[in-house]
Every structure is written in structure tokens, then in C-alpha cells.
């Protein structure tokens, strides 16, 4: 049996690999006003991340229908496979903009792209904030500028960056990690922000991949120094943002900017990672790799929802025993994503009922008879079980209330009916939520 990745946290974030360079800084793009969650006075509000070295490139974006202009340039270049840098600004989400939208979009990778003497093609474009503004380029123009000044790989810089992408979020969203790739020391890191607006259901098409399925923005920008052949950093993102990102809700809102984009520039000097080499060859770098890209992205899409806005508990739950894939993340999410459940999360009742009631309308087949639903405390094995096929099981009420009372818990759902299983990471629903959404 291949032994699991082992890596070391490091300090540092997206400039923790080497040949990575990034700056925030501050310049009033929120001066037209864009809610609550702008009201932090000069707060970083654009951002650069460059690779000084040519770098491949994979980006998995928002699959709403309507989606803003910076996800439409960003997926087209994201599909040529090769890029050296990001830039990003909070405050304006450039979405339902038109084709000035478009236009800004563009001006924002042609004006970092003349600064740093690189192609507009190699230049991917993220934004995050109010719907509906038009951007105010005079200020991106000069953030643009003041950010490409002042670029450098410290750790400070790393962390301007994840302050200058945050809207409604209260903290930075960061993580690096090492491990040996064929014995050269490797990293993966990444930042995110989102806490309201989540649901994301990204792809590598965007909108065309749409099922009709489901419902903040959550911006996800990841870097590496190992050496990734395109289409195999593609893939194993797409496997990362499934297990992690596509997995969170707390509130079930799908934003118009869901983007998750990694840069790899190889300057770690492994031997390219490609699928087809790997298994053919039999050796497990590449799965090595999968697994540290796994914890990184699982690490920032948990501190989104421990972020939500309002949310005093993050429950994860567990469904199993649905007759498929698709009918057990139906049924998980439509628990996740109740109201009912999630405000009786927030004042500390275990209230089947209301679990029961959401799976029955979701689009997973449900005999109630056979359904058990239980609590415990996160990765504990032992379940206290609320309903037992389908009756009310005898672990006392205030044993079970003394678990949701807890910040973090963890539910467990089993449907008995087939193989299938789920995991959705969510949160509860508060007043907080209610106060902070309702507008000024």
C-alpha cells in the first residue's frame, strides 16, 4: 500500500512556493458604495499574483448563468493552459455590467500585463463585490500601478493579498504546505475569501456545464512550484474543488464570480507530473501531489464556512446508504441548505423532524422507515442516534442538545437503501445573517 503524502504547514501562503511574487494594496475601488461588508475603512482592495516563471494554469469557475465578465475572460484564457498572473480586486464584482464590463475586464490584464512586460493573454482577471457597478478604472488603474511597485515573495505580502480580495469575510484565508516530490522539497498554497453567497458549483466549462442543479462570491487562487503538465493540473483540480469547494454551503446561493484558479511553474524542478507517465510508470508523485492539493483546497473551503457570515456553528454531515451519487448529495444538501434545520442548529435543537421533513422533499428516493439520524461531536465515532429506522431512538433529548450546543458538530444520516454517499460542510442560520443581508 503507497504511504499517504507527508507534508509540513508552512508560513507565506501563494508566495511559500518559490518563483511566486504578489502586492495589495489599497485604492478606493469601493468608493461608490458596496454594503456592509465594504465598511472597513481602507481596507486592501486589489491584489497581483505573478509567477516569474512561465507557468501552467487551470481555473474551475461559476456555473450561474448569469456570470460576470472577469469569469468570461478568465475561462478562455484559463483553456490555453499557460499563464503567469492574477489580478484581483474586492469592492466590485464587474457583473451585469454589459460589454463596458467586458471592455474593463480586458483593461485590467492589459494594464497589468504592460507592468509587468508580459502578454494580456497570460494575465487572468477575478473581481468580487456589489453587482451592477460599473469599475472605476481610474482607481483600478492606479492599484494596478502602486501593486505592481511593489511586488516581492515575503509572507506579508501573501498576506495583503488575502486581506485585499475579502468583502463580508472577518479574517484571511490562507495555507501552505511541503512535501517531497522524486526528493525535491515541493509546496502547495493557496488563499480564498467568501462567507455569504456560498454554494459554489464550479467547472472548468462555467455556465455550459449548468444541470440546473443547485444554486458570495468565493474566489480560490492557488500557486505551486512543482512541474504539472496542463491537462493533469486541470484534472487534478477538478478533483481538489469537487471533494472541497463544491462541497460547502451556507447559504446556498450560487455566485455570478466563483473562480478557482492554480498557477504551477514547475521552478521546483521535479519531473512533470502527466497522468498518462504516471500510470504507466506506477509511482505514486502525482498522487502525492493530488493529496497535498486536496488538503489545501479542503483547508480554505472549511474556514469559508467557519467564516460564514453570522454562522455561530459549522456542522458537517455525513449521508449515506442513498441509491446514488447524485441522490445522496441531493439529500445532504437539501438538509444543508433548509432553513428549518439550519435555525434550530442555531439555538441548539436536534430537531429531526425537520431533517426528516428535508430529506422527503428532496430528489433522492426516501423510505422513512429506514432512515437513522444521529449526532457526535467532529471525528468521533460514537453516534448519539435521534431516530432509529425511521423511530425515535432512546439517547436522552438533553444528550443530544448538549452536542448541537457545541460550535462544531457533526451529523449523521443513513438512508439504508444503497451504496451512495455524501459530505457537505455547513453552517447554521442566525439573526446576525438576517440583520447583515438585509440591506442598509
Known amino acids: 500500500m503507497r504511504k499517504p503524502a507527508r507534508?509540513?504547514?508552512?508560513?507565506?501562503?501563494?508566495?511559500?512556493?518559490?518563483?511566486?511574487l504578489a502586492a495589495g494594496v489599497y485604492c478606493d475601488i469601493k468608493r461608490l458604495g458596496?454594503?456592509?461588508?465594504?465598511?472597513?475603512?481602507?481596507?486592501?482592495?486589489?491584489?497581483?499574483?505573478?509567477?516569474?516563471?512561465?507557468?501552467?494554469?487551470?481555473?474551475?469557475?461559476?456555473?450561474?448563468?448569469?456570470?460576470?465578465?472577469?469569469?468570461?475572460?478568465?475561462?478562455?484564457?484559463?483553456?490555453?493552459?499557460?499563464?503567469?498572473?492574477i489580478v484581483v480586486n474586492s469592492g466590485n464584482a464587474n457583473a451585469c455590467t454589459g460589454p463596458q464590463g467586458l471592455r474593463d475586464a480586458r483593461a485590467m490584464t492589459e494594464l497589468t500585463a504592460r507592468r509587468l512586460k508580459i502578454s494580456p493573454e497570460d494575465v487572468l482577471v477575478c473581481s468580487t463585490g456589489r453587482i451592477g457597478v460599473k469599475m472605476p478604472m481610474t482607481q483600478v488603474r492606479a492599484g494596478i500601478q502602486a501593486a505592481s511597485a511593489i511586488l516581492n515573495g515575503s509572507p506579508t505580502s501573501a498576506h495583503c493579498v488575502a486581506e485585499a480580495i475579502m468583502t463580508s469575510d472577518t479574517r484571511p484565508k490562507e495555507v501552505a504546505v511541503e512535501f517531497k516530490l522524486g526528493g525535491r522539497p515541493v509546496r502547495v498554497a493557496g488563499i480564498c475569501k467568501g462567507a455569504g453567497m456560498i454554494q459554489p458549483t464550479m467547472s472548468a466549462v462555467g455556465p455550459q456545464a449548468r444541470n440546473g442543479g443547485l444554486h458570495a462570491t468565493m474566489l480560490c487562487f492557488l500557486t505551486t512550484d512543482a512541474a504539472v503538465e496542463t491537462a493533469t493540473l486541470r484534472s487534478s483540480l477538478i478533483k481538489a474543488v469537487?471533494?472541497?469547494?463544491?462541497?460547502?454551503?451556507?447559504?446556498?446561493?450560487?455566485?455570478?464570480?466563483?473562480?478557482?484558479?492554480?498557477?504551477?511553474?514547475?521552478?521546483?524542478?521535479?519531473?512533470?507530473?502527466?497522468?498518462?507517465?504516471?500510470t504507466a510508470s506506477g509511482r505514486g508523485d502525482l498522487a502525492q501531489f493530488q493529496t497535498a492539493l486536496n488538503h489545501v483546497t479542503l483547508e480554505l473551503a472549511k474556514m469559508i464556512v467557519r467564516d460564514g457570515e453570522g454562522a455561530s456553528r459549522f456542522i458537517t454531515i455525513h449521508l449515506t446508504g442513498a441509491r446514488t451519487?447524485?441522490?445522496?448529495?441531493?439529500?445532504?444538501?437539501?438538509?444543508?441548505?433548509?432553513?428549518?434545520?439550519?435555525?434550530s442548529w442555531c439555538g441548539g435543537d436536534p430537531n429531526w423532524g425537520r431533517i426528516l421533513d428535508a430529506l422527503g422533499y428532496s430528489a433522492a428516493r426516501i423510505a422513512p422507515e429506514k432512515v437513522d439520524v444521529g449526532y457526535s461531536l467532529p471525528g468521533e465515532k460514537k453516534v448519539a442516534f435521534a431516530l432509529k429506522r425511521g423511530r425515535p431512538a432512546a439517547t436522552p433529548f438533553e444528550a443530544l442538545k448538549k452536542i448541537v450546543a457545541q460550535s462544531e458538530f457533526d451529523l449523521h444520516i443513513d438512508l439504508h437503501i444503497g451504496p451512495a454517499g455524501a459530505v457537505i460542510y455547513t453552517a447554521d442560520l442566525t439573526e446576525e445573517y438576517v440583520d447583515f443581508n438585509k440591506g442598509e
Not at 465598511?39 to 448569469?66: C, E, H, M, W, Y
Open 7 to 20: 507534508f509540513q504547514t508552512l508560513p507565506g501562503s501563494i508566495t511559500a512556493p518559490q518563483g511566486f
Open 34 to 85: 458596496t454594503g456592509k461588508g465594504s465598511n472597513k475603512g481602507k481596507k486592501r482592495d486589489l491584489a497581483l499574483i505573478v509567477s516569474t516563471a512561465p507557468a501552467s494554469v487551470a481555473g474551475v469557475f461559476t456555473t450561474n448563468q448569469v456570470c460576470a465578465a472577469p469569469v468570461l475572460i478568465s475561462l478562455e484564457r484559463a483553456k490555453r493552459g499557460l499563464g503567469r498572473a
Open 242 to 278: 469537487e471533494q472541497s469547494f463544491n462541497r460547502i454551503t451556507v447559504d446556498g446561493d450560487m455566485s455570478t464570480n466563483d473562480s478557482a484558479i492554480i498557477l504551477a511553474n514547475g521552478v521546483a524542478g521535479n519531473e512533470a507530473l502527466d497522468q498518462a507517465a504516471a
Open 325 to 343: 451519487a447524485s441522490e445522496a448529495d441531493a439529500a445532504a444538501r437539501a438538509v444543508a441548505n433548509s432553513l428549518l434545520v439550519k435555525t
